[in-house]
């Protein structure tokens, strides 16, 4: 018979043969799993590479106008700012009434010394006490039942808007794990609105801060062109410096709150602002000529009985003038003739047709009525209207 030892030795020499044959296999199993492995790492390292490539390159050139021109052609912007503002939510700012005492409409200054900020916030401002510029006190304008989804007092029939403080510098000491100081910050370094009784006591200061998604919760915008003679009309001194980063690195330098329903000089072109809105600029107030980029975004209605809304949106602001709302007809009479949604219609061609000149359709009416109306625009360049979608998504 065969030796124990023998045996065994058999046993490990057939072993060793069968990890001979299976090393080809092996190997060629693991050059797959590994190739596909480092083929798919390495298109991701590629798309991660390319994506902060195009991210570097657009922090850097976004301000640029014929950047922005360029990646607008190709549908290439992004969903920021100053494509968008907003969704915004409302943040009540405590403790702040005690602080504001009762300067009156008129006042247009809010001085808040640096001890009694500490006193009744607990934020210390070590520059000293803290100069706030206000708007003028309006009516509000709109409902008691919008005024409940944005968290703002039933009480409140007037408000105003407060600038971020007009200190060179705004060296605050607060504890960064309090929402109640985070929302005194954020009063004091981006701004916020007051809210106000008949009698002019102050019933709430509510701060911004930024919403992922729009709801009936938050304050939603429409962006709108700004026009040059605009900024030449209002005072200089009603222009503030943006203060928040990201609107800065977009080459934002300056911008103001407009009034609802606010009149600017008297033109006959006039920001759409039923409830106001924000105005920016993105260069020195006196320079009227560098204003591509300019533009507004007015605080967009919502109704909380959407359907009776949009049956009469279309016309909310032309009622009162049958001339607007002869033209906006007119206008959508040639969109009708679109084969698809979308389509515009060079302005020229407007002030060229027979019915449009005899309902006065000037090229500025015909500028006017379009950007009044709920379901067309005017684009950029003011050379043509179009389309931009059904009234169910305003």
Not at 65 to 76: D, E, M, W
Not at 144 to 149: I, T
Not at 238 to 253: D, N, Q
Not at 371 to 377: N, R, S
Request: a negative charge.
């Amino acid at each position: 018979g065969i030796s124990d030892s023998a045996r065994h030795h058999r046993i490990l020499t057939h072993s060793a043969d069968m990890v001979t044959m299976s090393l080809p296999v092996m190997h060629v199993v693991i050059s797959i799993v590994f190739g596909m492995i480092g083929s798919w790492l390495k298109d991701k390292l590629e798309g991660v590479v390319t994506e902060m490539s195009w991210k570097f390159i657009w922090r850097r050139c976004k301000r640029y106008v014929p950047f922005r021109k360029f990646f607008g052609f190709f549908g290439l912007l992004p969903d920021e700012f100053p494509e968008k503002l907003g969704p915004i939510k409302l943040s009540g700012v405590p403790n702040m009434i005690g602080l504001y005492g009762n300067p009156g409409a008129d006042s247009s200054e809010w001085i808040i010394p640096s001890y009694q900020l500490l006193n009744e916030t607990g934020v210390s401002a070590l520059s000293g006490d803290i100069l706030l510029d206000m708007t003028e006190v309006v009516e509000m304008s709109i409902g008691q039942n919008r005024r409940k989804q944005l968290g703002i007092p039933e009480e409140a029939t007037q408000y105003r808007w407060c600038y971020p403080s007009t200190n060179p510098s705004l060296d605050l000491d607060l504890n960064a794990h309090s929402d109640d100081h985070l929302a005194v910050e954020s009063l004091l370094t981006i701004g916020g609105w007051m809210y106000l009784d008949r009698d002019q006591k102050l019933l709430a200061v509510k701060t911004l801060t930024l919403a992922k998604d729009a709801t009936t919760e938050t304050v939603n915008f429409k962006k709108q062109m700004w026009r040059s003679e605009w900024t030449q009309t209002l005072d200089r001194c009603r222009f503030h410096p943006v203060t928040l980063s990201h609107m800065v690195e977009a080459g934002a330098k300056y911008f103001v709150w407009l009034s609802p329903r606010e009149h600017i000089g008297t033109g006959d072109q006039q920001p759409d602002i039923p409830h106001g809105g924000f105005a920016y600029i993105f260069h020195e107030p006196e320079d009227f000529n560098n204003s591509a980029l300019d533009c507004y975004f007015a605080v967009a209605p919502l109704s909380s009985f959407p359907t009776q809304y949009r049956k009469h949106m279309q016309h909310r602001r032309t009622d009162g003038d049958p001339r607007m709302h002869a033209i906006q007809r007119r206008i959508r009479h040639h969109l009708a003739l679109g084969l698809r949604r979308g389509d515009g219609i060079e302005i020229q061609s407007l002030t060229n047709d027979t019915s449009m000149q005899q309902i006065g359709g000037t090229r500025a009416h015909i500028i006017q009525a379009a950007a009044q109306a709920a379901d067309m625009e005017v684009d950029p360049t003011e050379q043509y209207v179009r389309r931009f979608g059904d009234l169910d998504s305003v």
